[in-house]
């Protein structure tokens, strides 16, 4: 069974600048939520994407927006990067298909370290 | 608002020692719960879950919780520390099948 994967690992930006970051679902999962992990603090819910639409979103701005492939991988972008984008942008996987309070289990990737300078 | 509350951010324990780590969350009703821990510079791995049913959960790496709904807590045990054990660990709740809602940590330190 493979786990939840992401790329880049670090990656350091300039402010103003745009990123995108790269997750792959666990397999038999076909549910992506991101969480971003400010430094100190526990992780902060971005948004999920569940048959490639959004399936619920934090209190996050709209320069946050992701994608979700047929192949259930997705993609976090962030436009306009501010000093405070600064953090570890964590992925997790789950199978709300799978029913039951299981579908509600998520699994996370190791996370990808974003700075903004 | 849905929320959780870890309220030590730092505990040291010497090795060998029993541990218990604190949690109380706020919600309309009973919610999932989820104890997950994070190395330094990794992503979190979930320790154990309650759902329903006995209230206490066993989970990996010799963890146990506990749930009291009297209390509004899901406390994490474990009888006997090991220095591996030393990471921070996050208590979290799942509302609808979204989002999961995480306390802001409790780094356990481990002395020898």
């Known amino acids: 069974e493979t786990g939840v994967t992401q790329s880049p690992t670090h990656l350091i930006k300039t402010r103003g600048q745009q990123v995108t970051l790269r997750c792959s679902s666990q397999s038999g999962h076909n549910t992506v939520s991101w969480y971003q992990q400010a430094l100190g603090q526990g992780p902060q819910f971005i948004f999920q994407y569940y048959r490639e639409e959004e399936n619920g979103r934090g209190n996050f701005p709209p320069r946050f927006s992701g994608l979700q492939f047929p192949n259930y991988s997705s993609e976090l972008n962030v436009n306009a990067l501010e000093l405070d984008d600064s953090a570890l942008y964590l992925c997790?996987?789950?199978?709300?298909?799978?029913?039951?309070?299981?579908?509600?289990?998520?699994?996370f990737g190791p996370g990808t370290r974003l700075t903004v300078t | 608002a849905q929320s959780v509350t870890q309220p030590d951010i730092h505990i040291t324990v010497s090795e060998g020692a029993s541990l218990e780590l604190r949690c109380n969350y706020s919600y309309g009703a009973t919610p999932y719960l989820f104890w997950y821990v994070q190395s330094p510079g990794q992503g979190l791995q979930l320790l154990l879950k309650?759902?329903?049913?006995?209230?206490l959960v066993q989970g990996i790496k010799g963890f146990e919780a506990e749930f009291k709904r009297s209390q509004s807590s899901f406390n994490l045990r474990k009888p006997s520390v090991h220095w591996s054990d030393a990471a921070e660990y996050f208590c979290a709740i799942n509302q609808a099948g979204t989002a999961l809602i995480f306390g802001k940590g409790t780094t356990l330190s481990v002395s020898s």
């Open positions: 309650y759902f329903s049913g006995d209230t």
């Open positions: 997790a996987s789950s199978s709300l298909e799978i029913g039951g309070p299981s579908a509600y289990e998520q699994y």
